[in-house]
């Protein structure tokens, strides 16, 4: 009876700590005025721009925001974010629309991040510190849990909950490999006002040409390469949510070293576009980028993404136009 007390009273200890820790990194957190999560906080609940971008990487490195709210007149916000995909997006649109109705959205979606990858599921945990007072992100941080498709699975049969849910009882678990980015956002104060980080790098057709071989070798040596389900869904559910509010979204994709025309990922995207009736642009294949001096990688640098921004922004002005006219 002694042992099973100290086991009982352990456990409260433990749970005790947990609950007080995650209180103290809950204010710590939302109350950072520097930092990645800071730029993650202002675009959930502040931002108030007309044209939000949301995606990845490509995002966030590839448009010029400042350029874009020059030429069409309208303030624009880069809310894309680094090693994400369309899963984020969709999880950043339910939240921009629930405090704000821009005018336009534009999702910024590469090609590659529509395939399933263990990675992308990982890296939604950037959404955990927000699952108890922002009910909006709820389903897309439960996929974290719910991503093995293959119910006959060991795991499955093990454990055939939502293991993130139980997870997600801690306090601690949502703020997991965040403390010391928590910590960096109050020593440095940078800020980057309309969420557009370019890259200054040039690549080298060496670089270029070892960076198309490692991809394809790495593609080649995927067994089980498919297009997920609820990146699909994420990408419909952007869309319907735009519509019940009458925003105007446009679906982009910026360009890249190299284009795979019979990717499959190309066709499932013209289709869910065209069937409604969303603006396509697409300019992986566009000629007017296939010059080593506007990438940085596979990303574009700023020179590049000052003259793709610059293409984009006529791109949205007659989207915008034809809008209205409707």
Known sequence: ?????????????VVALDQLSGIVLHYLYFNLKSGAEFETTYAFTKTDADIIVTGS???RRN???PLISDSLGMTCYNAGHDGQSVLFSYAMTKMILA???????????????????DLHYDRLNILLPYYSDYPEIREVCDWRGARKEDSTSIEKRLFAFNTEKIKLLSQCYRYNSMWLDIATGYLKKEKIK?????LTDTITEAEK???ISEFENRVSREKDRHIDPNKIKSLLGIIELCKKKNVIVVVSMSPVLK????????????DITAQNNVPFLDFTGDERFNHLE????NHLNKSGSSFYSQVLADSLKKIISSSIRN
């Open 294 to 297: 506007y990438f940085a990688d």
């Open 63 to 65: 448009y010029n925001t």
């Open 99 to 117: 405090h704000h109705t821009p005018k336009m959205i534009v999702v910024e979606i590469f090609p590659e991040e529509m395939y399933y990858t």
């Open 209 to 211: 040409n070892n960076y």
């Open 194 to 198: 309309s969420g557009y980080l370019p």
């Open 259 to 270: 284009r795979y025309n019979d990717d499959p990922v190309y066709k499932s995207i013209i």
């Open 57 to 59: 990487s490509k995002a």
């Open 1 to 13: 009876m002694k042992f099973i007390k100290n086991i009982f009273l352990l456990f409260v200890l």
